[in-house]
C-alpha cells in the first residue's frame, strides 16, 4: 500500500500510479482526440484522471476496473456516472468484441485508451492484438521500456517478441515521455505515451498467426543465440538458408519479413 490520494490507498497489486500532472493529461487526452459517437474504452479509469476530461468532451464512455472500490466510486460519479459504462473486470480476461458488440455503437471499432497497470501491460497488450479486427486505435501509458520494445527495429537492443507481434498488428507511434513525478505515488520507472493503429492489410503475408509467435518465442527466449540453433527444432539449416536467411544469424538482426517467410515455411511443413 502507498499514500492515499484523494481518499483512496493506491494498491501496489494493481499497478495503481494515478496521473495527477494537468500539461500530462491535457496532452494525453488531445493525443487521443475523442469525439462524440466514437465507441471509446478505457482501461484502469482509477480515480478519474483521464475519465473525467474525456466525458467533458463526448456522451458515452464504456470503462473497465478490476478494483471493486475504484468502479463503486465510479457509479457514484458526482458528474458523469449517466455517460459511463461500468465493466467491473480483468481486462486481461476480456473479450473486447464482446464489448464492441454490447456498446452503444456496435457498428463503430473500439478506440481503447488508459494509463496501464505496468504489472500486467505486456500480457495485456498481447490479449488486445488477438482483438486487433475491432480496434481503431489504441493510446496507453506505459513504462518507457515497453514503448521502446513495440517500437523498436532489427538491430535494436529493445528489439523482440513484442516488437515483432506488435508490428505485425499495428503502425506504432511513441508519443510523449513522461517522467515519475506526474503520478501519485510516482513509479520507479519512466513511462511513455503510445499510439497504436491496427493495420487494415498486415503488412507481411502470414498464414497461421499462430506460428509466427510460436517462432518469434523460439526465436527469442534465447536471443544471444544463432538461429540455427534457436530454431533447430522447427528448422534445419538448409531451409533456413533457403529464405535467404545466414543460419548464424541471431533473431535481434531478423525483419518481420524473415520471421513471415520462417513461420510460413514451418506452417508449411507441419501441414
Ligand atoms: N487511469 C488512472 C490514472 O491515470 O490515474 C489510473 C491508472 S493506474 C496506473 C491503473 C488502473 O488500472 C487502476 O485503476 C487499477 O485499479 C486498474 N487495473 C489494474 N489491473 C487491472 C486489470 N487487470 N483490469 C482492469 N483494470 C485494472
Known sequence: MSKTHLGHTARKR???N??????????IVNAIHPQNGENLLEIGPGLGALTDPVCERVNALTVVELD????KR??????????LTIIEQDALTLDFAAVQQQSRFPEKPL??????????????????FDFSNVIM????????????????????RNYGRLSVMAQYFCAVMPVLEVPPDAFKPPPKVDSAVVRLVPHKQPPVQVDSVTTLERVCAQAFNQRRKTIRNSLKECLDEAELASLGLDPGARAETLSLQNFADIANLVNKKEG
Do not use: C, W
Not at 494515478?18 to 496532452?27: A, G, M, N, R, S
Open 14 to 16: 494493481f499497478g495503481q
Open 18 to 27: 494515478f496521473l495527477h500532472d494537468d500539461y500530462v493529461i491535457e496532452k
Open 68 to 71: 471493486r472500490d475504484l468502479a
Open 74 to 83: 465510479l457509479r457514484h460519479h458526482p458528474f458523469h456516472a449517466d455517460k
Open 111 to 128: 478506440r481503447v485508451f488508459g494509463n496501464l497497470p505496468y504489472n500486467i501491460s505486456t500480457p495485456l497488450m498481447f490479449h488486445l
Open 137 to 156: 486505435d489504441m493510446h496507453f501509458m506505459l513504462q518507457k521500456e515497453v514503448v521502446s520494445r513495440l517500437a523498436a527495429g532489427p538491430g535494436n
